[in-house]
């Protein structure tokens, strides 16, 4: 079993930058693709950045440019650096993980989700 902790969400004013850190433990072979989603109120969730154990990444077109996700294998931890920041960024963004268990199979895991506000 998987637990995503994520770290890092507040309070920051437009053009600001935060920096969200998915820390991933528990009992599991290997932590596969990462990825952060986030949801708005009132909307559904959407990916923001996906990046795989390779390091191949992937970005919503909102907010390319603007946010950059990494990863440090060895710790099983991944990060979201977001610049420029917008208020229409405001969301709770939710770690997701992909792990593959030490009977071989896959998983999909969420974290519980760090609030992210952007406002004067």
């Known amino acids: 079993q998987v637990q995503l902790v994520e770290s890092g969400g507040g309070l920051v004013q437009p053009g600001g930058s935060l920096r969200l850190s998915c820390a991933a433990s528990?009992?599991?072979?290997?932590?596969?693709?990462m990825g952060w989603y986030r949801q708005a109120p009132g909307k559904q969730r959407e990916v923001v950045a996906t990046i795989t154990s390779g390091g191949s990444t992937n970005y919503a077109d909102s907010v390319q440019g603007r946010f950059t996700i990494s990863r440090d294998n060895a710790k099983n931890t991944v990060y979201l650096q977001m610049n420029s920041l917008k208020p229409e960024d405001t969301a709770v963004y939710y770690c997701?993980?992909?792990?593959?268990?030490?009977?071989?199979?896959?998983?999909?895991?969420w974290g519980q989700g760090t609030q992210v506000t952007v406002s004067s």
């Open positions: 528990g009992t599991f072979l290997r932590i596969n693709a």
């Open positions: 997701n993980a992909d792990s593959t268990t030490f009977s071989g199979y896959f998983m999909n895991n």
